[in-house]
């Protein structure tokens, strides 16, 4: 365990440090955001929108950046959980300096891409092949995807009455396109016996305490062979922040994150459901609560469900960074996501829910990215108003006016509401 | 024993992490509340999590809250926290993180779905890195 840590051998923030900024500014440079659009229809030309919103203050919260990330939003320090400003969403790509990351073991390794293995094994699998990352780049077919990942908790502070655990905003999540191969394919090298019912993953991070159960997640075998679902070792091009789990993830497209191991240097085939206190007991939720579709059968009970897809959802992101709406400079705009059954619509309504009307889809980077969406503003009279805005996907899911009450505070999918006074 | 390796731990994982350079804010890592229950706090509890994980549940930090949290600590995550101690430690989060204390210290005591942009337009300038 304490392999990957060491001394000043393993010391990799400053070279990361320096892949972070180039490959930053490459990326500011792409312009992945919507052109800016005149509002000459708005009715409102050069007319401040100032928001009123509140602002989610729950501790000690502080713009903190570490090693390779700009500031963003600290909410623990030790392990660290950080969570990315709304201002980044204006990309459908987030940049990976900006890309939150949640830790349950404060444990982080730093692991050394030449000395790293990826163990594979298991009681259901025939052969137990080790793999080194030059191996993973060389003996596989290169897959790309861009996705979501997305805590099971984002915006859990939003609940009301509050829920225990990290009070998240909105930025528990980011969309990326990721690159590296399919876990079924790395799979077909060990085989799989018939017997196989789960994939388990296993990482090289670490709790401090001995009794403190590892961070061990599985997946049901139909969609750990789905052939979207990827061992990733790059991010937007570069490679994956060691925040962000160099050097190697799972990426489980459609589902949330805490099935997208970071620093994952161990996949099981296994015979029997995996019990652990991370599968058996947390990440789970009421069953029927919600409309989810993609199903964990081998981990259900009568009464819950581990969480598993992404709840559809959305957010207005063209809020200035002191709060206020400006009509005078752009568009109203923002994203939609869901778990890849497609969006297909984003609405607006500014009589709180009275009347709606449709937003236009931007570029569409596949099914389980960020959807932009923008629209312009309609003639408002000069008071305050509440802008709220929802989505529906292809499957007939739709967002909820107020978020689902859960025990755990998982899958906060309510309409996204600004509240924007209009001056004359 | 089991607090001896803790402790080895966590200083094998500061030291790897360089942890002047690239913690900026470590060297001031919110301290936890002055008062009786510090210590064993700082021995139980802030060998494995910053007092962070205390602050942002302050604004509904209830005794039921603390002793379930406490009770969550010691049995799925084996805090080595005896029952005595584990009243102790709800009696200090109690006194010093309840709701009444949170709304004195915060610059907000409520949160709406209409929030937007957290931590940038409350509780005065974001500091910065």
Redesign the interface.
Known sequence: M?AC???PK??L?RKVMTLSRRDLTTRLLAGMTWPAVAATATGLPRKLLA?T???????????????GKV?L???????PNF?T???YFRSVLTPNEAFFFRYHH???P?VVAEDFRLEIGGPAAERTPSLSLADLRGDFPVTEIVAVCQCSGNRR??F???V?G??W???AMGNARWRGVRLAAVLQRAGLRPNAVEISFDAAD????????DFIKSLPLVKALHPDTLLAYEMNGAPLPVLNGFPLRVVVPGWTATYWLKHVNRISALDANEKN?WMA??YRMPRQLFPLIARFPGQETVERTPVTEIAINSL?TS?E???ALQASRSALSGIAWDSGRGIDRVELSFDRGGSWRLCELGEDLGPYSFRPWRSDWPALAAEVH?VWVRAANKAGQSQVET?IPNPSGYQHN??????VQVRT | MKRATAAVFLRSFLIALGLSSIVPRAAAEPEAAAGEGRELFLARCSVCHSIDYIEMHARFGTRTLWKASVAKMRNAFKAPISDDEARQLVDYLQRNYGPSRAQRTTASSSISNTSVAPGLTAGGEPRSP
């Open positions: 304490l840590l060491g001394g393993n010391f923030w928001a919103q509140q602002s989610l203050v729950t501790g000690r919260e502080a713009l903190v950046a570490l090693p500031a939003r600290r909410l623990t320090e030790r392990p969570e400003p709304l201002e404060a444990v982080i730093l502070g939003l009301d009455p509050p225990a990290l009070q905003g909105h930025g670490a709790p401090l305490l001995e009794g403190t159960p206190f007991s947390a207005i809020i960074r002191d709060g509440e978020p309510a309409y996204h509401r600004v509240k």
